[in-house]
């Protein structure tokens, strides 16, 4: 690669989707530009350069690496470890680096339960001998080896230090170019990065604030699934029992979700301030929900509650369906969460 | 951690039911277990259930919420507040298996300084029969051991 | 990020003092084994232990520690804060810190007092030791927040509780809205004939006092009145009230009674009557009314219900009638409140098989105070229903709806002292008469009581120990005929009894206010289980409630008998006296606030406040606290999605700290990076 | 004895590995192709409420989340058992058909057509989307950004979000077409015809024209024998969106059709320990290994396999370039149908093929007047049980398998994702491209694209991750010996660092 002065880019991926790249590639007629600002210095998904390569670089030779996808085995937990030694800016770029992700859902149940599932208890399954992948394998021309998948799936920042993260699931290509934007400014013309340890290309507070639906007072009876009503396309969802999460979610995205009738999932991660996405949506739904008044004898009371509680399907996999690996406890004790 | 295992409570009283029921159950030397470890906050509404998840992260093996009884409450009603979120976290923690007997609400009167003992002294009993949580080292703990071999199935 | 730089908290000093309290918490709990430990926190630079903090020697320490060792942060771990927290404040204060960078940990009542187990008790005092000191590195400097006390004053109740307040409040110079819902101010103490133990006339001793209430110019008396609504907050409440039309004008009434002398309309007095006695349609419920002017009660009036009669506007000679007149509604501000609304009367008629409306000659103690008054429709006669018969036997049966499982469970204090005045009564009228008082145990705790009660087991009366189960009108045994049957077991000679009497009084017991509950939710204070408004504290805030500037005097708070009730209603004018001279308050900045520049408006909060405290700006979408009205209980707080509210002195991280303090020794060591960091 | 490791080569969600032995002679003994990751989405979906699932499975992949999405509302569907309204249909296939046009394009000139444009051999520096447009043109380069444009606005206005839509319902879609939305994309469907013609013209121009190009194309080392599988409507033309599942032998004749809540009596997997990825073969014909042929269970689900499998493409331009695909391969045609092509290189062309259906039956769908129908978002009643959903993924057939509790909350999910399907073909392409061009443990540079290029022309998802600026799979062999010392090092990059 070209010995010049301009700044070396990377880009990796660990267990993700490959979405991030298509949110980058979104950026359309500005990838350009930054391929023009850029030295690729690792990037597997346009640019051939190996571990190798990359584990023979000085250390800090990477000026910013994004970093995409969730913790889930030990090569990407390796990777992760690599990368900040030789990037000086890392940042967990995506939902699945910055909390776990939809991958970190894997943190409901087990690996046995999911091993089992995957390749025992299935309607296509053939696998009489009932074979597991394993960590090393003796075949008969010699050895082939596998990562190891692990129990808990974690996000970045987990593993390594991170100086930025950029959420969403993915990151939305104008957020995107946005932060990349500041990025060049800094390392061109030496402009101001933000402190270490922010969250970029996102706002600060909750959904709410960019969603332009119509919101009142919630006092909410009961809950209802997305296919059992038709909600009102001006008023919050919230306010019509369909759950959104965009109260405990962090902006950016434009309300993307409500403005096409479906609740917000929480995938930008919770807003400044909250350190529990779904324990806070939690709380808050809870708070609205109005049944019961403290007149009420307990019994009563406590059943009316509960009925209104049980009109919420999966709190667990809903409040964290992002967060999972960011949450407090970050993961379930044992399957129960998914069977 | 000794053979012996003795539970760790931690629990959210209230200023003017449960904390007050607490401190007559001492005035009034009642021995109960010591195995609650008391923080008080001016409502049972306030307890956030961000407070009782990283109780339970940072290694109690249960949690008690207590409150003013319903139609007591020194705020009207945000005991009801509390009840509503209680009831949707059991739901949450049995998800996360957690069991029941571990995250428990109460209500106590100011003057009810033996029914909060009694409450303890139970719950501890119900916490040594489940044993120990210590959510760092037991569930999150194992992702070390846990990925370095496929687990035999 | 690998910046080792100290935080902010890290940086603080912090001072601890463990208390021996004697023996009470040294006894149990090693204290100098919790100093010595509590010293190797990075944060705490003294950790001392003393045999008694609470005394001025123990209150200089922390002084002293402040300047001399300049301690930014005080711990002191002795007994509950509700015993001495206000004391170490302003120890701390007096070390010049602000008092609330004070925290304390409760080793005695929640330690040392609930265990034997002196490890036990050493181990829980050292984690609620270090969850103090964890919690006071985060504790911010608070201001308490004043607020101007508007000097009028709003009593609701014109009964006996009500007219003290009002006229200590009047006669102190300050203005007072009486609001009474009754024609006349008087309350239940008019009702009663004359006043245990010193049998002096209930009405000789009040009128006076209604007189001075009718007359005070800084009395502005609002009878037949209702209060609508209560907005705002102590030293600043906006009150409504709906003045009821009562179809005279007052401004030309002159009282003469001349309309009520002609009204041809009787009608049964259930309220001040009791229900033995009539008034008319247009009436005064006694002569000593205050104010003077009658009432018109349009669900009797003749004219009203047929369009005919108008007899008391054609013999009005002022032209005071006016049958068009409409409910005016009234509004005016006050700094603060006292609730004297009183108490109902339990309805015997809950107790079938006491025959009370159904045996004529069973009557309520209600009942028998109107006619044992001279006043009253018999004018002091005791005569069964038929009005003429005197009764040669009665019984009084205590505890009627009182100390009953199935109705009320507590005591109501004073029916065993007005049923021994009932049967002195009944001593002086009927002397021949024979007096049987059952009753469950004999309660005369006050001055003079006990002695009343001697005094009538010398004149004569019968008293027999055992709940009654059953009066009937069954005879039985001869010498039962057309009688009235008193069965009771009595306890003392442990035999059945039955005892035939020509008449029963029932001596029902005290309730709250029928819609006590509802005046509760207008005030925005709470109730307790029996209705009874509930006090701030028992023993030491006995009228004062939850909400600052609303007070509560006399049966609404609880049975009481007159003495008592004059004393609250005295208590609580010298509370609100003390509010108005002190111009302003300052009160408790533990209350939420809301970061409005991160409030997203998603208005989750919006309904939860019971006090009405947070209200939603629709211009700039976002929610907003009044302070004044916080009460800082803090649910808005645990529910903010956003976790853009912040309860000053219970905020997030110093609950959080707090945990992980008390915590420390079952911490796990696997930490994620980011709980490194 | 010598063996040669590829790592990383990427794939669907992440990472593949190569492992190539060398006998003494340093011949190849045998290819592995390894996939390291498991996600395990299957498992964790239990519990979820299923109306979730399109908006959780489309997380399996970024490049193509529609075909998840879209697999996923179809399985609601069935597992509500409501029958979508023709215009939900029709707007949920227009939308699918716009996904279609913008995956196929980058991958043909991202990945495919570098390879050809500036031929297999040359410099691998140049050999990329840049590349291509130094060769024929800055015009293109900007043709295909536009191209992604367009489309993913559509995607974006139609599913919610350009990555990752959200808008799929049991029996219906939360969102309808806007009049302005409306006019949009019929102008948009117009330019993806005109994209889609010039594409197929540069294919003429620049690879048919090349006696060479086609002589490589047609050559053993990138030719395989076996079944192929696609998606066909009722004239057994191909269709994307919804049809039955057609299998055809390597000779053409019809194996099996079936629809696809049948695919469990059709497919089964086979678990390998060194691979975290399983390997689908056929029931019927069963698994015999790695290997090709009619007797081996082996099926490929590729564009070149819809175009096996089907009689002819539902769309008049694309039918001509199907018919010309065959001809110029030298297919005959028997009773009504030509025979297969088995050439995997040919994949380029077929894609390109598909590419210009895909443009044409969305404007046919964009010109239906029922496709602004307002009302999609019916309220469903319906006790949920079990259901099965499929479409054709670019990458292949793509099936969603879900049973619940009556309250709609997963207890079962079977998901047969479309590079799944590919998973032992590609691994046979690899090591017959790896012994073609590997002899006496010699190995040059040309080689590394070549074996390449046996996988990329599949288009494994991690390519299509690749669609971009460059566009290259990273790929390195390591030759080792026995104590595995490095003998010799070859990558595609020339400077190294």
């Known amino acids: 690669m070209t010995e010049n002065g301009k700044p070396k880019l990377a880009m990796y991926w660990a267990s993700s989707c490959g979405g991030c790249e298509i949110s980058v590639l979104n950026i359309h007629e500005n990838i350009l530009t930054v391929d023009e600002v850029f030295d690729i210095a690792f990037f597997p998904c346009i640019a051939d350069f190996k571990i190798k390569d990359v584990e023979a670089y000085p250390d800090g030779y990477i000026d910013i690496c994004l970093f995409n996808g969730a913790i889930r085995n030990s090569e990407n937990e390796e990777m992760a470890q690599l990368l900040r030694q030789k990037s000086k800016v890392l940042v967990a770029f995506g939902s699945c680096a910055y909390e776990g992700c939809i991958p970190a859902l894997s943190n409901l149940t087990t690996k046995k339960a999911t091993f089992e599932k995957v390749y025992f208890n299935n309607p296509t399954i053939d696998n009489p001998d009932r074979i597991l992948p394993q960590h090393s394998t003796e075949v008969a021309e010699g050895e082939l080896t596998l990562p190891h998948f692990y129990h808990t799936v974690k996000s970045l920042d987990q593993v390594v230090e991170v100086d930025y993260f950029i959420p969403g699931c993915p990151p939305e290509p104008p957020q995107i170019w946005a932060v990349l934007q500041v990025v060049i400014g800094a390392l061109t013309a030496g402009q101001p990065l933000p402190p270490a340890g922010s969250i970029i290309g996102a706002g600060t507070m909750a959904l709410c604030d960019e969603c332009t639906r119509e919101k009142k007072e919630k006092t909410i009876k009961r809950f209802f699934r997305p296919y059992e009503i038709q909600p009102n396309p001006d008023q919050c969802l919230l306010e019509q029992g369909i759950i959104c999460m965009g109260i405990a979610t962090r902006s950016g995205c434009g309300a993307l979700c409500p403005s096409v009738g479906i609740g917000c999932r929480g995938c930008y991660g919770p807003p400044d301030g909250v350190e529990d996405q779904g324990a806070k949506m939690l709380s808050a739904i809870a708070s609205v929900l109005d049944v019961g008044h403290e007149s009420m004898d307990e019994d009563v009371l406590e059943e009316l509650i509960q009925e209104a509680v049980d009109t919420i399907a999966d709190p667990a996999g809903t409040f964290y369906r992002f967060s999972m690996a960011h949450s407090i406890l970050k993961r379930v004790k044992n399957g129960k969460g998914a069977a | 951690m000794s053979d012996h295992f003795e539970p760790v409570i931690v629990g959210f009283l209230c200023n003017w039911c449960s904390y007050r029921a607490a401190d007559l159950a001492g005035t009034a030397r009642i021995k109960y277990a010591p195995n609650l470890r008391p923080i008080r906050v001016m409502c049972s509404g306030r307890v956030d259930p961000q407070f009782v998840l990283q109780a339970l992260r940072s290694g109690a093996d249960g949690v008690l919420i207590a409150g003013c009884h319903p139609g007591e409450c020194h705020y009207v009603n945000g005991n009801i507040k509390a009840l509503r979120r209680f009831t949707l976290l059991r739901k949450t923690l049995e998800q996360w298996g957690i069991e029941q007997e571990r995250v428990q609400l109460l209500w106590a009167s100011a003057s009810e300084g033996t029914v909060l003992a009694a409450a303890v002294n139970r719950m501890t009993e119900e916490l040594r029969a489940l044993g120990p949580l210590r959510w760092g080292e037991k569930v999150l703990g194992d992702n070390g051991a846990a990925h370095l071999v496929v687990e035999e199935v | 990020m690998t910046d080792q730089k100290k935080s902010p908290a890290e940086q603080e000093k912090v001072g601890v003092y463990i208390c021996h309290c004697g023996s009470n918490i040294a006894g149990t709990i090693n204290v100098e084994e919790v100093a010595q430990w509590a010293e190797k926190n990075p944060n705490v630079v003294v950790a001392r232990n003393y045999e008694f903090m609470c005394s001025s020697t123990g209150q200089e320490l922390i002084e002293n520690d402040i300047k001399e060792k300049g301690l930014t942060r005080i711990v002191v771990a002795s007994c509950s804060p509700h015993m001495h927290e206000k004391t170490f404040r302003e120890a701390t204060e007096r070390g010049g810190l602000n008092p609330f960078l004070f925290e304390m940990a409760n080793i005695r009542e929640h330690g040392s007092w609930a265990t034997n187990d002196k490890e036990a008790a050493t181990s829980k005092a050292k984690a609620l030791v270090n969850g103090a000191v964890e919690r006071v590195v985060h504790h911010a400097p608070l201001e308490k927040i004043p607020v101007d006390i508007n000097p009028n004053t709003l009593i609701v109740g014109g009964g006996i509780a009500g007219i003290t307040a009002a006229l200590e409040l009047a006669e102190g110079g300050h203005h007072v809205y009486l609001v009474e819902r009754e024609g006349t101010i008087g309350g239940r103490m008019a009702q009663i004939d004359k006043t245990f133990p010193t049998l002096d006339c209930s009405a000789c001793i009040l009128t006076p006092k209604m007189v001075d209430v009718g007359q005070n110019d800084n009395i502005t008396l609002l009878t037949y009145s209702e209060v609508e609504s209560v907005e705002g907050y102590i030293g600043n409440f906006n009150i409504t009230v709906r003045k009821k039309a009562r179809c005279v004008t007052e401004e030309l009434c002159t009282s003469c009674g001349i309309c009520e002398e002609k009204c041809p309309q009787k009608v049964i007095d259930e309220n001040y009557g009791a229900g033995i006695s009539y008034r008319k349609a247009i009436y005064r419920s006694f002569p000593q009314a205050v104010p003077g002017y009658p009432v018109l009660d349009k669900e009797n009036c003749t004219y009203f219900q047929t369009g005919k009669c108008k007899v008391c506007e054609q013999v009005c000679p002022t032209e005071a009638i006016d049958y068009e007149q409409e409910d005016k509604v009234i509004t005016f501000d006050v700094g603060n409140i006292i609730l004297a609304t009183g108490y109902d009367l339990f309805d015997a008629r809950q107790i079938p098989q006491y025959g009370y409306g159904r045996l004529a000659n069973v009557f309520s103690s209600l009942e028998f105070e109107r006619m044992v008054n001279a006043s009253g429709p018999t004018a002091g006669h005791i005569v069964l229903r038929d009005g003429v018969t005197e009764p040669e036997s009665i019984a009084i049966v205590h505890c009627v709806g009182s100390r009953d499982q199935n109705h009320n469970e507590y005591c109501s204090k004073v029916c065993c002292m007005y049923s021994l005045k009932f049967a002195h009564l009944v001593h002086e009228h009927l002397p021949d008469a024979e007096v049987y008082n059952f009753y469950i145990d004999m309660r005369t705790p006050g001055k003079g009581y006990e002695e009343f009660y001697h005094r009538l087991l010398n004149e004569g009366t019968h008293f027999i120990r055992g709940r009654v189960a059953e009066i009937t009108d069954a005879d039985r045994h001869p010498g039962e005929e057309g009688k009235l049957i008193v069965q009771a077991e009595n306890t003392l000679l442990g035999i059945q009894q039955r005892t035939p009497v020509d008449m029963v009084i029932l001596s029902a017991g005290i309730e709250a206010r029928h819609d006590a509950e509802d005046v509760s939710k207008l005030f925005k204070m709470g109730c307790d289980h029996d209705g009874f408004f509930n006090e701030r504290h028992p023993k030491l805030a006995p009228v004062s409630t939850m909400t600052d500037g609303v007070f509560i005097a006399g049966a609404c708070q609880g049975p009481k008998d007159i003495p008592d009730t004059v004393a609250q209603g005295g208590a609580a004018a010298s509370q609100v006296a003390k509010l108005i001279s002190q111009g302003t308050v300052l009160m408790e900045p533990v209350r939420a606030s809301i970061r409005e520049e991160e409030c997203s408006g998603c208005r989750i909060c919006n309904t939860l406040c019971p006090y009405n405290a947070i209200e939603f700006d629709e211009e700039k979408f976002v929610s907003r606290v009044i302070t004044a009205l916080c009460q800082g209980c803090g649910t808005c707080v645990a529910a903010c999605p956003s976790g853009v509210i912040d309860g000053a002195h219970f905020t997030y991280t110093q609950v959080m700290a707090e945990l992980k303090g008390v915590l420390w020794d079952v911490q796990s060591d696997v930490l994620t990076k980011q709980e490194v960091a | ?497």
């Open chain 4, 1 to 497: 004895m010598e063996r040669i490791t590829i790592d990383p080569i990427t794939r669907l969600e992440g990472h593949g590995k190569i492992e190539i032995f060398l006998n003494e002679e340093g011949n190849v003994k045998n290819a592995y192709l390894q996939i390291p990751e498991l996600r395990g989405f299957e498992q964790f979906s239990i519990g979820r409420p299923a109306e979730e699932m399109p908006r959780i499975t489309n997380r399996i992949c970024g490049v193509c989340p529609e075909a998840h999405h879209m697999a996923a509302t179809k399985a609601l569907d069935a597992l509500f058992g409501v029958e979508p309204s023709s215009a939900v249909k029709k707007l949920r296939e227009l939308f699918y058909s716009s996904f279609y046009v913008t995956d196929h394009t980058v991958h043909f000139y991202a990945l495919g057509g570098p390879d050809f444009v500036l031929g297999p051999d040359s410099d691998p520096a140049e050999r990329n989307i840049l590349g291509v447009i130094r060769k024929v043109g800055v015009d293109i380069g900007i043709q295909v950004i536009e191209c992604r444009k367009r489309n993913h606005e559509v995607i974006k206005m139609l599913g919610g979000r350009g990555v990752h839509p959200v808008a799929g319902l049991p029996g219906g879609w939360s969102k309808s077409m806007t009049k302005e939305e409306h006019e949009l994309i019929l102008e948009y469907a117009k330019q993806n015809i005109d994209f889609a013609l010039f594409s197929l013209k540069i294919f003429d121009d620049i690879v048919l024209a090349n006696q060479a190009y086609v002589d490589l194309i047609v050559s053993d080392a990138f030719t395989h024998q076996t079944y192929y599988m696609g998606t066909v409507d009722e004239k057994n033309q191909i269709n994307f969106y919804d049809g039955l599942i057609r299998v055809v032998g390597p000779d053409g004749a019809e194996l099996v059709k079936y629809p696809a809540k049948d695919y469990a009596k059709h497919i089964a997997e086979r678990v390998e320990p060194w691979s975290y990825l399983k390997f689908p073969y056929l029931k019927a014909v069963g698994w015999k290994g790695f290997v090709d042929g009619a007797d081996s269970g082996v099926y490929c689900a590729t564009p070149l396999s819809r175009l096996n499998a089907a009689d002819g493409m539902a769309t008049p331009k694309a039918q001509e370039h199907y018919e010309r695909f065959y001809e110029t391969l030298g297919s005959k045609k028997t009773n009504g149908r030509y025979a297969p092509v088995h050439h995997r290189l040919a994949t380029h062309w077929a894609r390109l093929i598909e590419l210009l259906y895909a443009a044409e039956r969305m404007q046919e769908l964009a010109q239906d007047p029922e496709i602004t129908d307002p009302d999609v978002r019916p309220v469903i009643t319906s006790i949920p049980t079990e259901g099965i959903g499929s479409v054709e993924a670019p990458r292949g057939t793509l099936t969603h398998h879900y049973k619940t509790d009556e309250n709609g909350i997963l207890t079962d999910v079977n998901l047969i994702v479309g590079t799944t399907n590919n998973n032992a073909p590609i691994a046979m392409s690899i090591k017959k491209a790896a012994e073609g061009l590997i002899k006496n443990g010699e190995v040059s540079e040309g080689l590394l694209n070549q074996v390449e290029m046996a996988f990329r022309n599949y288009d494994p998802c991690m390519s299509c991750a690749t669609h971009s600026l460059p566009g290259q799979m990273p790929l390195e062999i390591q030759i080792r010996d026995k104590d595995g010392k490095l003998v010799n090092r070859l990558s595609q990059y020339v400077d190294q660092p």
